[in-house]
Each structure stands twice: as C-alpha cells, then as structure tokens.
C-alpha cells in the first residue's frame, strides 16, 4: 500500500474526526491571542531533542509561569518538571517575552511564510521546524512541520533520500514534496502533517 493509500484509509476512519477536531482547536488558540500563543510559541522552544508528550506535561504544569517568572526562577521550575535544558530554554523564553507585542503584530501582517522567516530569525531556540511548529498550533495551515521522525518516513516510501542535514535550503525543498503530496490527498499541509504523525507513531498531539 502506498503513502497516498495510507492516508487515504485513515481519511475514511474515525482518525479523521480526531485530527479535524484538533486542527480546530489550533485555530480557537489562533483567534484568542495574547497569553495562550506565547504559551504555544513557549511550548515549540521546549520541543528540540525532547518528546511532545513531555513538553505537553510541563507546558500543563508550568506554563502558567512562561510570561511572569523570571530567569533562574523559571529554570528552577522547569527542572522540577522534568523539562531538558532547563536552563538555556528559560534564558530563551525569558528573552521572548521582549518581542511578544512585536510578534502579535506580524502574526496580524505578515503572510505565513514571511512570519515563520521572522521568528526563526529573532527568536532564540526556533528554527524552521520550531517556527512552523508554533505557527501549525496557532491555526496556520499551508506550513510543513520537518524532522527527522517526518524524514524516515518520506524515505521509507521512496518519496526522497534522507539529507545529511537539515538547512533552510533543504528545508524548503522538502516542504515542496509535501505540499505536492497534500494536493493528491486534498489536505492542507497541517492536516496532513497530522496524519503522517500518526502513521509514524500511532498518536495525534500537537
């Protein structure tokens, strides 16, 4: 069975359901601004070398804290947590708080692309695929979400070889191959980024 197969089957499944509700709770914390999209963008900083599901737990249990502790403060708590790198991630979200009214802005103005370019560019701890990450959990959908995880499976269904690295270049390259497969399956780019991480895992988070 192929990739486009695959999806297809799980299109047809109450998987759907799931994934169409979850797009939609993306968009509800797009549409309410404010606190819970620096939660979010707080959340995508957590999210290198580390597992969604422990970075759901401590965005749950610390996430209050994201906009008011400071520095050593919310590194203490993040290791109480369990977070990685507690240290260094507080340091970038401490620093993120200066550009929150800044990003509000461009999230109203920019075209998706150019936003994710902005916040890969000035907020420390973000690159593309983090950048794409918090903007797919605020509602935008015609962004892919590239790892390693999304690059194993590509390349077990032959649709690319795996890159040695993973550069801005490689990365927009490879967004072209998904955005051509989201056409054949009629599925916006985060939709379909749901879809392949559950073929992967077997799960649908964020």
């Not at 907020?123 to 590239?146: C, D, P, T, V």
């Not at 795996?162 to 399956?185: G, M, N, R, S, T």
Request: hydrophobic share 40%; glycine share 4%.
């Amino acid at each position: 069975m192929t990739l486009i197969q695959k999806i297809q089957e799980l299109k047809r499944s109450s998987i759907k359901e799931v994934i169409d509700k979850r797009i939609k709770e993306f968009e509800e914390i797009g549409r309410e601004k404010g606190e819970k999209i620096f939660s979010e963008l707080c959340f995508c900083i957590l999210t290198a070398n580390s597992t969604a599901e422990n970075c759901i737990r401590v965005q749950k249990e610390a996430g209050e804290f994201f906009l008011t502790l400071e520095e050593s403060k919310l590194a203490e708590k993040l290791k109480q947590v369990g977070c990685r790198f507690h240290t260094k991630r507080a340091g970038y979200i401490c620093e993120s708080r200066q550009l929150k009214q800044e990003l509000i802005l461009n999230l109203g103005k920019l075209e998706e692309r150019e936003i994710r370019n902005w916040i890969a560019d000035n907020i420390k701890g973000l690159g593309m695929k983090e950048s794409s990450h918090f903007l797919r959990n605020i509602g935008y959908k015609n962004i892919a979400i590239i790892d390693f995880h999304i690059l194993d499976l590509l390349e077990k269904e032959n649709l690319l070889e795996k890159p040695k690295k993973l550069d801005k270049k490689v990365y927009l390259e490879i967004e072209q191959v998904l955005e051509k497969l989201a056409h054949k399956l009629e599925l916006s780019l985060a939709e379909l980024d749901l879809y392949l991480w559950y073929l992967e895992t077997g799960k649908v988070l964020k």
